[in-house]
C-alpha cells in the first residue's frame, strides 16, 4: 500500500472567502495525490455556503464563538481578538476529540498564516504546522522586515523621490503609498498592525512556509526570501479545469460565502461581442463610499465598453439613485448589475476584455491564471501594493490614481479603460497577459515549480508521520 494513503492532515480556514478559496485548492491538490483531508471552517452558520464540491475532503464546521455575539458592534481589531480566543478553543477541542477516535489521527495542521495562534494549539498536541499564506511574497516580505524593526512607522526607508531604499531591487518599484495601509495609514486602523506583525512572532515553530504563489512570478522575492526562511510556492491556487486539468470535477472552488447570479451572467455574457465588455469587481469586502460610486457610474456611463459589475446587496445602498432602473434588464443593455457572480466563469468568458478589480490577491492571480488585463483600483490592506505589482512589474494592467480627494474620477477611470481596450499599450498590455497566463499554467503542471513544491510537500508530511 502507498503509504500516503494513511497519511491524514489538518486543514483550518480563516473564514472569509479569499482566504477560503486558496486553502480549499490547496487541499484539493493534497487529496489527488492520496492524503486524507479534513478541512475546518470556523463559522457559526452554515446556511450561507454552498459545500464543498468534493468527496475527496471532508469538511467540518467548527465554532467561531459569534453565536451569541453582535459582531457588527465589535471593530475590526476586538474582532479578530474574539476569533482568536474562540476559535483556539474550539479547534483545541476537535483536535482532541480526532486524536481520540482516529485510527491514523492527523499529526500535521495547516493553517492560515493569517491565524498565527493555530500553531501553538497544534504545538499543544503535538502536532507540526505549516503556515499557509494568502498574500504575496512581497507583502509577506515587507511584514515581515516590519517586524524585524527594519522598516520604521510611519514608513521612512525612500529616497527624495519617494522611493523605497530597501532590498530586494524589485521592491524599488514601491512608492510611499504603494505599501499595504496597514503600514502606512496606522492612524486609520488602530491595532490592527500590531496583530498583523504578531503572526511573524511563531512563525520560525512552523515546519513549512507555503505561498500562494508560484516561483515565475515573484522569482526575485521568492529568492530573496529563501536564503532566510525555508517556503515552498504552491499556487496559483485556481480550480483546475483553468489551468492543467488533471484534476477531474475541479471545475469550481465549490464553496461560497456568496450565492452567485450565474445564469443571468453568462446569458447577457453571451449577447455581447468578443472582448468587448469590462468585469468590475471589488472583492467580498472592500467597500465604496456614495461619492466614488458616483464617479464609478460616470465613468461607466461615458466609456464606450460594456460593463458587467458586481455589487453586493450591502453596498446597493451606495449606488446613485435609480441607476440599475436606467441599465434595464434586456440583454442589449449597457451594462448589468449582479449581487455576486462565479469571477472564473466571467474571467474565461470571450466577451471579456478587461477587469476592473480591487486587486486582493485571489482576483489578482485569477486575472493573471486567466490572461485578462486589468485595470487597477486598490482599497485597502495589501491591495496597492499587488496593483503597483500589476501595472510596474509584470505589466498586465494599469493603474488607477486617486485624486487629492482621495476620489478616482470618472475620467480616470473612462480614460484607463479606454486604453486598455483599444489603445496603444492595451496591445502590450494583453500579450503580456496571455504570457503571465501560460507560465501560471506550466508551475501547476506535471513538472512545474508548484507542482514540484507541493510534491517535496507532501513527500516531507510522509517521511515525517511514517
Known sequence: MDPVNDIHVLVLAHP????VNPMLQFSKRLASNGLKVTF????????SLNLVNSCSIHVEYISDGYDHVEADKLNLVESLEHFGVSVSQSLSDFIQKHQSCQKNPAKVLIYDAFDR?????????????????????????IYHLAHKGTLKFPVEVADEQGRVLSDPPVMSVLGMNDFPSFLVEVDHYPGALKLILELFSNLPKAKWLLFNTFTELEEELVNWMGNEWSMMTVGPTIPSVYMDKRLEDDTDYGLSLFKPEAEACLRWLDSKPPGSTVYISFGSVASLGEDQMEELVSGLRSMKSHFLWVVRESEEKNLPRNFIQELG?????????????????VLSHGSVGCFMTHCGWNSTLEGLSLGVP???????????????????????????????????????????VNEI?????????????????????????EGGSSDKMIREFISSVVDLCQ
Open 40 to 47: 475546518l471552517i470556523p463559522i457559526s452558520t452554515k446556511k
Open 117 to 141: 495562534w493555530a500553531l501553538d494549539v497544534a504545538l499543544e498536541h503535538g502536532m507540526h504546522g505549516a503556515a499557509f499564506f494568502t498574500q504575496s511574497c512581497v507583502v509577506s516580505w
Open 374 to 416: 486589468m485595470v487597477a483600483m486598490p482599497q485597502w490592506t495589501d491591495q496597492p501594493t499587488n496593483a503597483t505589482f500589476i501595472a510596474e512589474v509584470w505589466k498586465v494592467g494599469l493603474r488607477i490614481r486617486a485624486n487629492e480627494q482621495g476620489l478616482v474620477t470618472g475620467e480616470e477611470i473612462e480614460s484607463c
Open 16 to 19: 472569509s472567502q479569499g482566504h
Open 421 to 445: 481596450m483599444e489603445g496603444g499599450r492595451g496591445k502590450e498590455i494583453r500579450e503580456n497577459s496571455l504570457r503571465w497566463k501560460e507560465m501560471a499554467k506550466l508551475a501547476v503542471d
Open 329 to 345: 434588464s434586456d440583454d442589449d443593455s449597457k451594462g448589468l448589475v449582479v449581487r455576486w457572480c462565479n469571477q472564473l466563469q
